[in-house]
């Protein structure tokens, strides 16, 4: 049997649970077996917890925003500075992760998922990227193109991972601030953005590498970590 990898998506339009076609394909090419496990007010997290028992692995879609509350953030510049914020999601994911860690299995945040790995940690947001200057990291029309450099720690895992790749995609208007006590920061972009955090099991990616491996299959490396870990 293949690794079985978990795959935690929330809901998108709101009516349906929805995930990029890309993580399926990217699971699937390197050997894994994705599964769609949704997390949203219709699932009981802990019964959703229990699946974890029967995954290799799991990875943490992208998506909306984490609620600012989870991170200590109780006063926005404007309340439409946030996009499709999901408690429920949160709550579910946060549960999930916590019980997959703690069966020692590895788990890959994209995105989204990479900021709900370092919030989980103890980690901060940045809550709104152009409010701090920072543009160019919403970029959905080139959304299957690299448009922006990254560079890594040496001898990372963000290293490892990106291989000969030296561009990324990038959709987020949100980023890490502080990574939190469990996951260090090992790639940025060129104006200072955190694109990659890491720890024990545990990889965060800012970018979209299953928006990109299907024209360039170096981006299939973080799914083939978690996926053969």
């Excluded at 990038?170 to 990574?179: F, K, L, R, V």
Aim: with cysteine; net charge negative.
């Amino acid at each position: 049997m293949p690794p079985v990898v978990g795959l935690l998506i929330g809901r998108s339009p709101e009516e349906r649970y929805s995930s990029h076609r890309g993580y399926v394909a990217s699971v699937t090419a390197v050997g894994g077996a994705p599964v769609l496990l949704p997390a949203g007010p219709d699932a009981d997290p802990y019964a959703l917890s229990a699946m974890v028992n029967y995954c290799h692995s799991i990875v943490v879609t992208g998506g909306g925003d984490v609620d600012p509350h989870h991170y200590g953030v109780t006063e926005l510049s404007s309340p439409d500075v946030l996009m499709e914020v999901d408690p429920s999601r949160d709550i579910a994911e946060i549960v999930v992760v916590q019980y997959a860690l703690a069966q020692g299995k590895r788990v890959l945040g994209v995105c989204r998922g990479a900021q709900l790995l370092a919030v989980l940690g103890g980690g901060t947001l940045i809550v709104d990227l152009r409010e701090k200057g920072l543009d160019g990291h919403w970029d959905e029309e080139r959304q299957y193109a690299p448009v922006h450099a990254i560079h890594s720690q040496a001898d990372s895992l963000a290293a490892h991972i990106l291989g000969s790749v030296d561009q990324v995609n990038s959709i987020h208007h949100q980023a890490i601030a502080d990574p939190g006590q469990s996951l260090r920061v090992t790639a940025w972009s060129p104006d200072g953005v955190i694109e990659a955090v890491e720890g024990p099991g545990l990889l965060g990616v800012q970018w979209h590498p299953e928006r990109l491996s299907g024209s360039d299959p170096r981006h299939l490396a973080p799914f083939a970590w978690v996926v053969q870990g």
